[in-house]
């Protein structure tokens, strides 16, 4: 009897572990989180979390402080990345909906808190967000056709006309030479920045390589 009481409790023990294991794997790469509005009104464990139309998480408790209400909400891995820092969230009945229209933030961390913007902007796009993207799409789209306008053999062609000016440069003195050198540092330097903030870093990194190449050739 006391043998086969042990082989029991090692049975329950590796149904335990396996178990675990399997739910350690199931919620890897899960992302909690959480928000707090003002109001979470008839929110309740177990409604969804909504991000263009699809379910990406699950409401897992809403507390109720002296004057917020905190909605604690875990996503899915294979959405983790659909919450980023600067994403608005609103309540419609029973649903979280985020919206990032405009968002251009990064992904959030596991056991991020994150506070529901309430201006009278955000509030709106929170909630009618989703009805501009089409139009937001279509802007960000002209931008990087603009974006795209300083291509390779555009940047190429720029600074190649530029070469061609250094002999006249050299020649108006040491001081001239230096202030128009300068002068295409500072363009180069203002055309990476606006790259790395359009999301852009591999172009940025490529129009510094040109300008230092461009750089060492010219002041040989």
């Known amino acids: 009897m006391a043998t086969m009481m042990r082989k029991l409790l090692v049975l329950v023990v590796i149904v335990a572990l396996v178990w675990f294991g399997a739910r350690a794997l199931v919620h890897?790469?899960?992302?909690?989180?959480?928000?707090v509005f003002d109001r979470a009104g008839a929110l309740r464990q177990g409604d969804p979390v909504?991000?263009?139309?699809?379910?990406?998480?699950?409401?897992?408790?809403?507390?109720?402080l002296d004057d917020t209400d905190a909605v604690s909400i875990a996503i899915d891995r294979d959405h983790r990345r659909d919450i980023v820092s600067d994403s608005l969230f609103a309540i419609h009945?029973?649903?979280?909906?985020?919206?990032?229209?405009?968002?251009?933030?990064?992904?959030?961390?596991?056991?991020?808190?994150?506070?529901?913007?309430?201006?009278?902007?955000?509030?709106?796009?929170?909630?009618?967000?989703?009805?501009?993207?089409?139009?937001?799409?279509?802007?960000?789209?002209?931008?990087?056709?603009?974006?795209?306008?300083l291509d390779q053999k555009h940047i190429d062609d720029e600074l190649a006309e530029l070469k061609s000016k250094v002999p006249d440069w050299k020649a108006e003195g040491a001081d001239a030479l230096d202030h128009h050198i300068d002068r295409v540092r500072k363009?180069?330097?203002?055309?990476?920045?606006?790259?790395?903030?359009?999301?852009?870093?591999?172009?940025a990194k490529k129009i510094k390589e040109k300008f230092d190449k461009w750089l060492d050739e010219v002041q040989r």
């Open 187 to 203: 363009q180069a330097a203002r055309i990476e920045d606006d790259l790395r903030r359009s999301n852009h870093a591999g172009e």
């Open 50 to 64: 909504v991000a263009d139309g699809k379910t990406i998480g699950v409401v897992r408790k809403v507390t109720h």
């Open 93 to 149: 009945g029973h649903e979280v909906v985020v919206t990032n229209t405009f968002a251009v933030g990064s992904p959030i961390a596991d056991g991020a808190v994150l506070r529901a913007r309430t201006d009278g902007v955000s509030a709106w796009l929170a909630k009618h967000g989703n009805a501009v993207q089409p139009l937001i799409a279509k802007l960000k789209k002209a931008a990087d056709d603009q974006i795209d306008k």
């Open 28 to 35: 890897r790469g899960e992302v909690r989180a959480t928000v």
